[in-house]
């Protein structure tokens, strides 16, 4: 396995509820990264660019995903600023389209949101409310 690409699993932002919905959608890997060798029965050892120095080099099989040569599924790690324990928090880009639902008694304002690191087609319906007060 050692010479063959993988993907990095990262996790949004931990205990964070977007727009009532844990970020089911969000992008989950990074990379991909060259393995440079098998360290454990379940542990490998990656090459990681300078800007994760700070991480460890050795990874569980768990964190790891085989890349297959597709770049639509590949978010770029140089897009998104990662934390120490591989989380990173998602940015909005622009408001594409404003709606009202009606619900008995009450109106809900959505808005479609276009996020960085992600194309147009991947924007997503979010309570404008809930985007208001993240991003003030």
């Known amino acids: 396995m050692a010479g063959e690409n993988v993907l990095l699993r990262v996790s949004s932002m931990k205990g964070v509820m977007r727009f009532g919905k844990i970020a089911k959608l969000s ?3 990074i990379g991909p990264f ?3 060798e098998r360290v454990r ?3 490998y050892r990656i090459t990681l660019p300078p800007n994760l120095v700070g991480l460890h080099l050795v990874f569980h099989v768990y964190m790891l995903r085989k890349y297959h040569e597709d770049r639509s599924h590949v978010l770029e790690f140089s897009t998104v600023q990662l ?3 591989l989380t990173y928090e998602k ?3 622009d408001i ?3 709606l ?3 619900l008995r008694s009450k109106s809900i304002l959505s808005v479609k949101v276009h996020w960085r690191s992600q194309p147009i087609k991947d924007a ?3 309570s404008q409310s809930d985007i208001r007060s993240r991003y003030p």
Request: cysteine-free; aromatic content about 8%.
């Open 27 to 29: 992008p989950r890997f």
């Open 34 to 36: 060259e393995i440079l």
């Open 41 to 43: 029965v379940v542990a």
């Open 83 to 85: 934390d120490k324990n």
């Open 91 to 93: 940015e909005t880009i």
């Open 96 to 98: 594409l389209h404003r």
């Open 100 to 102: 009202v639902q009606k």
């Open 124 to 126: 997503t319906w979010e």
